[in-house]
């Protein structure tokens, strides 16, 4: 009896090494990711601008500048207050939107392209950390299953020793047999 709580003892000892290894390899490796600074992309100028354009082609301010100026070349062009300037069928027009919607949607796919770069890296960050989550639990786990064994071998210990206890009370002691004997 005594030897198997000798050799649980050591276990729980090695275990707790063990533990204490991992926690010491676990916070050195976040410390050097913590030294290293996150590396911060340079943005170019045609990232600036690609984003600029975005940005400001993709807001109701543009749709609706852009929807009065419209308005107004039709409007002049329909009443004629500049004759042959634009008739009709709006040829000029539809050259100078085809013109801006031809630069304006690569400048765009740029833009979206690196947010998607910038959204890619915080999934990744994200997938990271989770994962230490994870790990973490697992860990709490795993204390809270050894405290739950401990506590159940000192139960079972405890219920032992009741029971020895039980057993010898309600068993007649060597001196009451003895008085026992004397009386008849």
Same mark, same amino acid.
């Given at each position: 009896m005594n030897a198997d709580a000798d050799e649980q003892d050591r276990m729980e000892q090695i275990e707790r090494d063990l533990l204490v290894d991992l926690r010491r390899a676990r916070r050195s490796l976040r410390l050097r990711e913590m030294d290293e600074a996150p590396e911060i992309p340079r943005v170019t100028w045609g990232q600036r601008i690609a984003d600029a354009v975005a940005s400001v082609m993709g807001s109701w301010s543009f749709i609706i500048i852009q929807s009065a100026i419209l308005f107004l070349w039709i409007t002049a062009n329909l009443i004629g207050a500049i004759k042959g300037w634009d008739p009709y069928p709006f040829i000029l027009l539809n050259l100078a939107l085809s013109f801006q919607a031809a630069y304006a949607a690569p400048v765009i796919m740029m833009s979206q392209n690196r947010q998607q770069d910038i959204d890619r890296k915080a999934a990744e960050n994200d997938? =990271?950390?989770n994962v230490k989550a994870e790990l973490e639990i697992?860990?709490?786990h795993e204390k809270i299953d050894q405290l739950r064994e401990r506590e159940v071998l000192e139960l079972t210990e405890a219920v032992k020793m009741l029971t020895e206890l039980l057993v010898r009370s309600s068993s007649?002691?060597?001196k009451a047999e003895s008085?026992?004997? =004397?009386a008849s």
């Open positions: 997938y =990271r950390i697992e860990l709490l007649p002691t060597p008085e026992a004997g =004397r």
